[in-house]
């Protein structure tokens, strides 16, 4: 978290105990909620833009497909075996 959100969290905080002791509870109520909300979400998007490229995503991705790929190589060529056995065996059989 950033300092000016710290700093905009503590002006929050004075203006909500100024608004309870100024105005009636109602309105000093909505001013907390909604300066609340106001922080709550600027908090949360303060990272916005610190995260991976699509690009760095995609290599992730190709790189798990590989290793994944990698892994079931012998049961893909069993399968493979199997299903050109079965079409050798259906041309067979047609003719």
């Given amino acids: 978290m950033s300092k000016r959100l710290i700093v905009w969290g503590g002006f929050w905080a004075v203006v909500t105990v100024a608004a309870f002791l100024l105005l009636d509870p109602i309105l000093a109520a ?7 909300c106001i922080w709550v979400v600027a908090v949360l998007a303060s990272n916005w833009e610190q995260h991976s490229t699509f690009e760095e995503r995609e290599m992730a991705r190709a790189r798990r497909r590989a290793a994944h790929r990698e892994k079931t190589k012998d049961a893909r060529a069993k399968d493979r075996a199997r299903w050109e056995a079965h079409q050798a065996r259906r041309t067979r059989r047609s003719q």
């Fill in 30 to 36: 909505f001013v907390t909620i909604l300066g609340l």
